[in-house]
């Protein structure tokens, strides 16, 4: 077991922008009560005044309120009790500083709690003292799910609180936020139609006006599938246009909406598509969609949309005012009329701009000569170009026009090639060698093609279909202008994406709506070749061309090549980790990407049904049960990674703390508590002591320890902690003195007897609860009373009935294994020479019987002080003062131990001598 981890008060939700957010907190732990308490302590520095929520929801499974109490944390010694609805103390801490200015008290059931604040300042102790009411509610049930799939180009509804499971749904304020917290709406449901994140708050208003239980959180809105759409400008001119693509190889279909129109118009399937400003509604706001099915959600298609705007293009309307009178005159003259506001605009044939021309101003040009004029008109960055062919009279009017030579204009139309469409062809042919120059025009373009002729009778260009304008001069002459059609081919047509990124394979499949036969020539050089439906298989980065053929040879359609490039993935692994837990079983999970960085990957958190539930790195589950991550570089096809898998556990918020105590007993003056818990949750151990005064000690040297010693009279409480710091549970037990202070009543000795049926009385120690009697440490007997039967040493282990320990020790000693020593002879009138008897410990009583050979009793002695290892019975052999007769005479010695209940008979024979 570890120390306890001062775990911070995060909460469960995601970071705006990047992760989903959902949290519970009180109006202190909000950034402006945090500021309102810091402009406190500076303006007012030394005021004390108890701050604190009056009303605090369990969302979770608990809340944590922050309570301040202002002053001058450096000197103020500040103590904080809270008590629950039945007046038990639920938190009493008391100390200076910071940390005690401040705290945060858990709260995990719904009542009416007293805080009350008492503040030591200097020797005064009760300087300040205020309780206020706190009321814990059950919170909202929230209804926010942390994703929402858009579908179809509809929109999500979002619901902040279930109004089934909330009786006072109405008591609550709910307020809706854009990402960038601007308001968007209130009430507990709204339609969301675009794709981003919003963000929620849900509080109850207090007494002051200001917010409790307030909830904040965020859910993300969006398609299935990751992509962007790629334009190539965000806005366009009249006449020109505007490409989009994907940064993913994506099969879907495209459409465009203006925006005052309420339908979409389809333009088809296509990796890109090429829109003409032409084949659209005028000027305005256009939306271009892009629609595409995920095979996960099937019945949700992805829906992104780009907008792009088409601006007014300058519009002029040009006159001939003047016709020159020969192709060599300098009469003629033109004029322009603008219809609408023109920033600039450029003849560059003359050299001229016009800056800031106004709607219906005429601008008139003279003294010209024939040519075709370029005339450029500019406004918010648009321009458009027309041309005037100001001709020359013909006939002309003047005597002598200079002469032209005859010009035969040859036209050759586009024509198609193997691989595409070649270039048609305009060849211009003279009756005689010329000199001079030629230009080629196109309206909306100017000059395609400038050109010298020198004494020349021919002359080929090559040019795209289309309808252009010749223009010659020579010698100084403006030849007749000619109007020519150079004939257009169509070509297949056919899209693949213009770059592609490989996540080691990718399925190139062309869309088209013809029937087509495509032929890939490779980075290496080789050629593969598919028919219809059929599909590259791309496994190296480089530059590819395509080849598109038409099966159908009667449509007239020529090849089409493309070119694309592609690119190699780097290869990628992902796994989860769990980087923060909470005490209300609140989990971080954050996504842990190598090979790519998280902002180029498409992350998808999935729940066990297969809903998306969350998009970002960092992952915050709002239920139990198995989820799933899987991880996809953006912009390239399908990687070929599988899911991983993986369970949130609902931890372990309680645990049981059963206590149990012994009495203080005097040998030694110690109890000991003994905790039983489920020790496999917990992973800290906290011991604290109360005297009988109610100061208070924290046993931090007992930490961790299910069993303890308890040396002083009191309550101990034990506060158990999960690995992450999170208290499990508490319980407190009252330790005291035992009234039973009797000790064993044992001898230093005791005697037993060898013989049996003897009388020994058994030891009796006193009367306590239990016994355990030991014989060389062995136990062998649990009785109140125990009759020693061998030598040895003795323990005695008894219990009282609070539990206290006594022992003692005693030895024993047989005293029916006696020994006795007298002689077998004794010779008469010598006093060293007489009968005796020596007796060892354990006789009580000895009687001498002294017979004759006839049978007849001569000597009897009776004695009951019986020295150990001194002579007893002692006899000279008299009988009346007179010595016996020599000889042998029988002797009987009786001995006796009345207290252990035995007699002993012992017969010999004596020898008597003179």
């Keep these: 077991m570890r120390a306890k981890d001062q775990f911070p008060t995060w909460k469960i939700g995601i970071l705006y922008a990047m992760i989903s957010l959902l949290t ?75 940390q005690y200015e401040t705290v945060k008290i858990s709260f995990n059931e719904i009542g009416k709690y007293q805080v009350k604040l008492n503040v030591r300042r200097n020797n005064q102790s009760d300087f300040y003292e205020k309780t206020m009411e ?60 675009y794709e981003g994140y919003y963000k929620v708050e849900i509080f109850l208003t207090n007494s002051e006006g200001g917010q409790d239980c307030l909830i904040t959180g965020s859910t993300f809105v969006g398609p299935p599938i990751d992509f962007k759409i790629i334009q190539s400008s965000e806005q366009i001119c009249e006449g020109e246009n505007i490409t989009f693509s994907l940064d993913t190889p994506l ?58 705007f088409v601006n007014e293009a300058p519009k002029i309307q040009l006159s001939m005012t003047d016709q020159p009178e020969d192709c060599s005159d300098s009469s003629g003259g033109f004029q322009v009329t603008t219809q609408s506001d023109i920033d600039s605009l450029f003849i560059p044939e003359l050299g001229l701009t016009e800056y800031g021309v106004s709607v219906g101003q005429t601008l008139s040009y003279s003294n010209l000569k024939p040519k075709i004029y370029t005339i450029k008109a500019f406004k918010n960055g648009c321009e458009v170009t027309e041309l005037m062919k100001l001709e020359a009279m013909d006939p002309p009017l003047t005597a002598s026009p200079p002469s032209q030579a005859n010009v035969n204009i040859i036209e050759e139309p586009e024509t198609c090639s193997p691989t595409g469409v070649s270039r048609g062809k305009l060849t211009f042919e003279f009756d005689e060698p010329v000199t001079g120059s030629f230009r080629v025009m196109q309206e909306n373009e ?85 028919g219809a439906n059929g599909a590259f298989s791309l496994t190296e980065p480089g530059d590819y061309e395509i080849l598109a053929v038409s099966n159908d040879g009667s449509s007239g359609l020529c090849p089409k090549k493309r070119q694309f490039t592609a690119s190699l993935s780097q290869s990628i692994s992902f796994d989860y980790q769990l980087i923060e837990e909470d005490c209300f079983g609140n989990k971080v999970f954050e996504a ?51 899911k991983i898998y993986f369970e949130v556990v609902e931890p372990i918020f309680r645990v049981d703390t059963k206590l149990e105590a012994t009495k203080i007993c005097p040998q030694p003056y110690e109890a000991t508590i003994t905790l039983t818990t489920d020790e496999e949750a917990v992973d800290h151990i906290e011991w604290i002591f109360f005297d009988l005064n109610g100061n208070r000690e924290n046993l931090t040297e007992l930490d ?111 005293a029916c294994n006696f020994q006795v020593v007298y002689p077998n002879a004794m010779i008469l009138n010598q006093a060293d020479k007489d009968f005796r008897v020596l007796i060892s410990e354990g006789v009580s009583e000895a009687e001498l019987f002294v017979l004759n050979r006839q049978g ?22 008299t009988v009346n003062g007179k010595n016996i007769p020599s000889g042998t005479y029988v002797v009987i010695l009786l001995l006796r131990n009345n207290e252990f209940g035995f007699e002993d008979k012992i017969t010999s024979s004596l020898l008597v001598i003179e």
């Design 24 to 98: 519970v907190s009180s109006p202190l732990t909000s950034i402006s009560a945090v500021k309102n308490i810091h402009r406190t302590v500076a303006e007012d520095f030394g005021v004390l005044e108890l701050m604190g929520p009056e009303y605090l929801c369990i969302v979770f499974g608990g809340v944590i309120g922050t309570f301040s109490g202002g002053g001058d944390p450096e000197t103020d010694v500040y103590t904080w009790v809270v008590t629950d609805q039945n007046g038990e103390v639920i938190f009493n801490q008391s100390g200076g500083g910071v």
């Design 251 to 308: 099969s879907g279909e495209w459409f465009i909406r203006k925006d005052t129109e309420t339908t979409k118009v389809s333009l088809g399937e296509g990796f890109e598509k090429v829109i003409r400003s032409e084949d659209i509604d005028g000027i305005g706001y256009f939306e271009v969609y892009f629609s595409a099915v995920n095979e996960e959600f099937p019945d949700c298609r992805s829906e992104r949309r780009k907008f792009f």
């Design 704 to 814: 961790d320890l299910l069993e303890i010693p308890a040396v002083e009279v009191g309550t101990y409480e034990v506060v158990v902690y999960s690995e992450l710091g999170c208290e499990l549970g508490r319980n407190q037990i009252e330790v005291e003195e035992s009234t039973f202070t009797t000790l064993p009543q044992v001898e230093d000795s005791y005697a037993f007897c060898s013989i049996e049926n003897n009388t020994i009385p058994a030891i009796d120690p006193g009367d306590f609860a239990t016994y355990s009697w030991f014989h060389e440490d062995q136990l062998v007997s649990t009785s109140p009373t125990y009759k020693p039967e061998e030598i040895g040493d003795y323990l005695i282990v008894v219990t009282t009935e609070d539990g206290c320990e006594f022992t003692a020790e005693f030895n024993t000693y047989d």
């Design 856 to 877: 007849t009793l001569i000597h009897h002695e009776l004695t009951s002080e019986i020295p150990v290892e001194a002579p007893v019975l002692q006899w000279d052999g």
């Design 446 to 530: 100017g000059e395609i093609i400038y050109g010298e002729l020198i004494n020349e009778t021919s002359k080929t260009v090559d040019l795209l279909g289309g309808k252009y304008v010749l223009e010659f001069i020579m010698g100084g002459c403006t030849y007749p202008m000619e109007e020519v059609i150079i004939g257009t081919e169509k070509q297949v047509e056919y899209s693949v994406p213009e770059s592609i990124n490989i996540c080691e394979t990718f399925d190139l499949i062309p869309e088209t709506e013809e029937d087509l036969t495509y032929t890939l020539t490779f980075p290496d050089g080789h050629e593969e070749q598919i």
């Design 134 to 193: 706190v009321t814990v509610q059950k919170g909202p049930e929230l209804a926010l799910e942390p994703d929402y799939l858009l579908c179809n180009g509809g929109y999500a509804e979002l619901t902040a609180i279930n109004p089934n499971n909330t009786p006072n749904i109405n008591d609550y304020t709910i307020i809706w936020r854009d990402v960038l917290d601007n308001e968007i709406a209130s009430g507990n449901t709204i339609q969301a139609y």
């Design 592 to 642: 842990s990407i190598e090979g790519i960085e998280p902002e180029n990957a498409s992350i998808r958190w999935q729940n066990s049904d297969g809903e998306i539930v969350g998009r970002s790195p960092i992952f915050y589950p709002t239920a139990y049960g198995t989820y799933s991550l899987i991880v996809q570089p953006l912009g390239s096809g399908y990687c070929p990674v599988e």
